[in-house]
């Protein structure tokens, strides 16, 4: 997992092997795909579309976790062995994609470019992003900035230390699969209702890790998860509530907070409402924050691999 980390925060997933072999994640959505156009029909009854939704979940992930382990039985011991399983552990870890994406909104935004700013947020969130204010802007992208060091490094990894390479897999199917039917919109608040509920299962602690950390390497700690602590379980999932309020009390600032998805106002409540209106400067100050969070990560690594070496 440390090898992995650490060659993702150096070339990411390059674009050259993006050209030629895509990306492994994008395989996993194909398959998705497949599954919820044969299994997903309008016409079945919601009990029907609940069973093929569960099903769409448990074939695959029960496959991945074959696959996962008749590689791992292919992989010779020794230095080898780590360098491969490395490899292969590295693209289901997202930590310099999303820098990237998440500076890609802060530049054009700190230059008033709203327009660049826009289209940059629409890439890394799923709400409209064409009324967005630069304020709304620099909230989604700081929000999706603090969900997805969840999703994208600490869960990976997470389930990587427990279970080796098929828990990367197992984890990143599921996580894709709740990325894409997992919400609660006509088409899919059935079909997705089971890949959505056990995504929160596997997000559950390495979210509070996630939030845990971000706290600990904050410059008032003690502040952060009082404030976690009051404002987490008010979000409307039981996971993104708790990265996203440590970093949003970190900065200073206020997230979640009402919104419009899909033409409709939420009247989600603030998280770290005492906080001011994140602007394009809190992006890089979120981004500085991220980084810290990378070397804690990368450190704790190191260590426990000394521990287990000796």
Same mark, same amino acid.
């Given at each position: 997992?440390?090898?992995?980390? +650490?060659?993702?925060?150096?070339?990411?997933?390059?674009?050259?092997?993006?050209?030629?072999?895509?990306?492994?994640?994008?395989?996993?959505?194909?398959?998705?795909?497949?599954?919820?156009?044969?299994? $997903?029909?309008?016409?079945?009854?919601?009990?029907?579309?609940?069973?093929?939704?569960? @099903?769409?979940?448990?074939?695959?992930?029960?496959?991945?976790? *074959?696959?996962?382990?008749?590689?791992?039985?292919?992989?010779?011991?020794?230095?080898?062995? /780590?360098?491969?399983?490395? @490899?292969?552990?590295?693209?289901?870890?997202?930590?310099?994609?999303?820098?990237?994406?998440?500076?890609?909104?802060?530049?054009? @935004?700190?230059?008033?470019?709203?327009?660049?700013?826009?289209?940059?947020?629409?890439?890394?969130?799923?709400?409209?992003?064409?009324?967005?204010?630069? $304020?709304?802007?620099?909230?989604?992208?700081?929000?999706?900035?603090?969900?997805?060091?969840?999703?994208? %490094?600490?869960?990976?990894?997470?389930?990587?230390? @427990?279970?080796?390479?098929?828990?990367?897999?197992?984890?990143?199917? /599921?996580?894709?699969?709740?990325?894409?039917?997992?919400?609660?919109?006509?088409?899919?608040?059935?079909f997705g209702w089971a890949s959505a509920r056990?995504?929160?299962?596997? $997000?559950?602690? =390495?979210?509070?890790?996630?939030?845990?950390?971000?706290? *600990?390497?904050?410059?008032?700690?003690?502040?952060?998860?009082?404030?976690?602590?009051?404002?987490?379980?008010?979000?409307?999932? =039981?996971?993104?509530?708790? =990265?996203?309020?440590? /970093?949003?009390?970190?900065?200073?600032?206020?997230?979640?907070?009402?919104?419009?998805?899909?033409?409709?106002?939420t009247n989600d409540p603030w998280l770290n409402?005492?906080?001011? $209106? =994140?602007?394009?400067?809190?992006?890089?100050?979120?981004?500085?924050?991220?980084?810290?969070?990378?070397?804690?990560?990368?450190?704790?690594?190191?260590? +426990?691999? %000394? *521990?287990?070496?000796?």
């Open positions: 997992m440390l090898i992995a980390l +650490c060659i993702d925060r150096l070339i990411g997933w390059p674009d050259f092997l993006f050209r030629r072999f895509s990306h492994p994640v994008v395989g996993i959505g194909h398959l998705i795909s497949f599954f919820e156009r044969h299994l $997903n029909k309008t016409t079945w009854s919601t009990s029907l579309r609940r069973t093929t939704g569960f @099903l769409t979940l448990l074939f695959p992930m029960v496959g991945f976790a *074959i696959l996962g382990f008749f590689i791992l039985l292919l992989i010779p011991e020794g230095p080898l062995g /780590v360098l491969v399983t490395s @490899l292969l552990v590295w693209p289901f870890i997202a930590a310099k994609s999303l820098a990237n994406h998440v500076e890609a909104v802060a530049e054009p @935004l700190v230059t008033h470019d709203l327009k660049a700013a826009r289209h940059a947020v629409s890439m890394i969130v799923g709400r409209n992003s064409n009324n967005l204010d630069s $304020n709304d802007i620099a909230r989604a992208a700081l929000e999706s900035l603090a969900e997805n060091t969840s999703d994208g %490094v600490t869960a990976p990894l997470f389930w990587g230390v @427990l279970l080796g390479f098929p828990g990367v897999l197992i984890y990143k199917f /599921v996580n894709t699969a709740d990325s894409m039917i997992g919400y609660k919109s006509e088409r899919y608040r059935d056990f995504d929160d299962f596997v $997000n559950y602690i =390495p979210a509070r890790l996630t939030s845990l950390m971000y706290a *600990i390497i904050s410059r008032k700690t003690r502040e952060v998860l009082q404030i976690t602590l009051r404002d987490a379980s008010q979000h409307r999932s =039981p996971n993104a509530g708790w =990265p996203e309020t440590s /970093v949003a009390a970190s900065i200073g600032v206020k997230l979640s907070g009402p919104r419009i998805y899909d033409g409709v106002k409402r005492d906080g001011r $209106n =994140p602007t394009g400067d809190d992006l890089f100050s979120g981004l500085k924050l991220f980084d810290r969070f990378l070397w804690s990560v990368t450190s704790l690594l190191l260590l +426990c691999s %000394v *521990i287990s070496f000796f």
